[in-house]
C-alpha cells in the first residue's frame, strides 16, 4: 500500500511517497514556484535517480496532475490509483482535533474556521487538499495537524491570564506546534527506552530554524513552548521566542512602527539573526569559533533559554526518563548539546557522555547520568504516513 504525503506551502508542495508494508520512502521531491513565471518539479527515487522537470505551474492543481505525469513517466506509480492515501500536513487543528482525522466537507470547513489562528498556513494546507480532490476526487485524505499532540495539555498550562472571553470568544489560547515530530520521537525513545510509551516521562528538544521544547508526561504533552502562534518560546532562527509584551507597545509609540512592521520584526528579524545577523546556526558556530562575540552570545542566548525550559519542565514532570534531541541544530550540532547539558548534574543529575556525543550517537548521555540523552531525527512525514495508514485500516471495506 503506497500513501502520499504533502506539505502544501503557499507556492510549493514537498512530498513523500512510502510504501507502507516495508515502511521505506521511494521518492521525495518538491514542486516549487507555482503560479510564478517559471516552476519546477524536482524529485529523487529508487537508487538516486534524480529528476528535475522546469514549467509553468499555474496552480496547486497544475503541479499536482505534472507530478502524476512524472511519476508515471518515471515508472515510481502506474498511475495514481496505485496511491491508497494522501495524509496533509495541516499545521492548525485549533480545539476541533486532537488527532488524525479522515477529511471530508465537515472537516474542511473546520480548517477553515481555524484559519485566523493560522492564516500563513491552514489556507495553502487547504488549497493542497483542493488540488488532491480535483485531480482524484476518490482518495482517501488524511488531515495530520501540527497541534493535535499538543490537545492534552491542560487548561492551566494552556490558558494564559488575559480576559477569560479572549479564549471562549477568539481562541486565544496555547496550542503548540511541531506536535507531530515530538509525537515522533517520543515514540521512538520510548522503544529505545523499551518502555511503553504510556510510562515514559520525556523533555523533548524540536531545535530547527523553528525550536520547540514539549513536556510529556505518561506519553502525553502537558505543555510545550510555542504559543497561540509558533513565536512563543525559544530562541528560533528569525523569530524571538518569549518577550515581554510590553516591548511591542514600547516600539510601537517610540519608534512608530505598526502592526505589520512589528510582525515582521519579530518573526523574520529576531532570534539568531536579530543577536547575530543570521540564523544559519552552522554560521553562528564557524563565527564563534572564529571569535565573534556576537555569535558567541547568540549561542548563549540560544542555550540558556533551553535550559530555563529543561529546568521548569523538569519540575513539572516530576521524574524524567529522557531528554530528546531533534530537528536540524539538535541532531547535528554537538557544540550545542554540549552547550545546553552542561552544569545541569548537580540540580538534575544531567551528565553528558562527551565522546558519544561527538559522535552523534543515539544515547549521548554518560551511565551515571540520572536522565538519558537520546538524538532522535525527526520524520515528520513518515509519521504523516503511519497516521494516515492507520486510518486507512480502519475504514470498512478496504481494499
Ligand atoms: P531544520 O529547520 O530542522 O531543517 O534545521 C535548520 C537548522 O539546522 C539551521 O539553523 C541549520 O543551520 C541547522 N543545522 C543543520 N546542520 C547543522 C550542523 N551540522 N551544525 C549546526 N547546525 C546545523
Redo the contacts with the bound molecule.
Keep these: 500500500m503506497k500513501i502520499l504525503v504533502l506539505n502544501s506551502g503557499s507556492s510549493s508542495i514537498k512530498f513523500q511517497i512510502f510504501d507502507m508494508q516495508k515502511i521505506v520512502s521511494i521518492c521525495q521531491g518538491v514542486i516549487e514556484q507555482i503560479g510564478e513565471s517559471r516552476g519546477h518539479i524536482k524529485f529523487v527515487y529508487g537508487k538516486e535517480k534524480e529528476i528535475t522537470k522546469k514549467s509553468v505551474i499555474k496552480d496547486h492543481s497544475v503541479g499536482i496532475e505534472l507530478l502524476e505525469e512524472l511519476l508515471i513517466d518515471n515508472k515510481v506509480l502506474k498511475s495514481f490509483d496505485e496511491l491508497r492515501a494522501v495524509g496533509h500536513r495541516v499545521v492548525h487543528g485549533g480545539e476541533y482535533f486532537s488527532k488524525p482525522t479522515l477529511i471530508n466537507d465537515e472537516v474542511i470547513k473546520k480548517i477553515e474556521k481555524v484559519s485566523p489562528l493560522a492564516p500563513l498556513h491552514n489556507p495553502v494546507n487547504l488549497i493542497g487538499i483542493k488540488a488532491i480532490s480535483k485531480v482524484n476526487p476518490s482518495l482517501i485524505q488524511v488531515a495530520v495537524f501540527d497541534t493535535a499532540f499538543h490537545q492534552t495539555i491542560p487548561n492551566y498550562a494552556y490558558e494564559y491570564a488575559l480576559p477569560y472571553e479572549y479564549y471562549t470568544q477568539n481562541g486565544v489560547r496555547r496550542y503548540g506546534f511541531h506536535g507531530t515530530s515530538h509525537h515522533f520521537v517520543a515514540k521512538e525513545a520510548a522503544k529505545f527506552l523499551q518502555k511503553d510509551i504510556d510510562k515514559c516521562n520525556l523533555i523533548t528538544l524540536h531545535l ?3 525550536a520547540s521544547v514539549a513536556a510529556i508526561k505518561n506519553g502525553k504533552s502537558i505543555d510545550t513552548s510555542m504559543g497561540l502562534t509558533p513565536l512563543e518560546g525559544l530562541v528560533m ?1 528569525t523569530r524571538c521566542g518569549d518577550i515581554d509584551p510590553a516591548i511591542i507597545f514600547y516600539l510601537a509609540r517610540n519608534l512608530n512602527l505598526d502592526i505589520k512592521e512589528l510582525d515582521n520584526i519579530l518573526n523574520k528579524k529576531s532570534g ?1 539573526k536579530g543577536i547575530c545577523g543570521t ?5 553562528v ?1 564557524q563565527r564563534a569559533k572564529s571569535g565573534d562575540k556576537r555569535a558567541k552570545l547568540a549561542q548563549e542566548i540560544f542555550c540558556y533559554r533551553i535550559k530555563k525550559y529543561i529546568g521548569a519542565y523538569s519540575v513539572i514532570i516530576g521524574k524524567v526518563d529522557a531528554l530528546v534531541f531533534t ?3 539538535a541532531e ?2 554537538s557544540i ?1 548539546r554540549e552547550k545546553i547539558c552542561s552544569d545541569l548534574y548537580d540540580t538534575l543529575g544531567i551528565k553528558l557522555n562527551k565522546e558519544a556525543n561527538l559522535r552523534h550517537d543515539r544515547l549521548i548521555s554518560s551511565n551515571t547520568s540520572k536522565i538519558k540523552l537520546l538524538v532522535i531525527p525527526t520524520n515528520e512525514e513518515l509519521e504523516i504516513a503511519k497516521q494516515t495508514y492507520k486510518i486507512v485500516l480502519s475504514l470498512p471495506n478496504r481494499v
Design positions: 530547527g530554524n523553528g532562527g539568531l540564523n544559519d546556526m552552522r554560521e558556530e530537528g536540524g541544530i547535528h550540532s550545542i
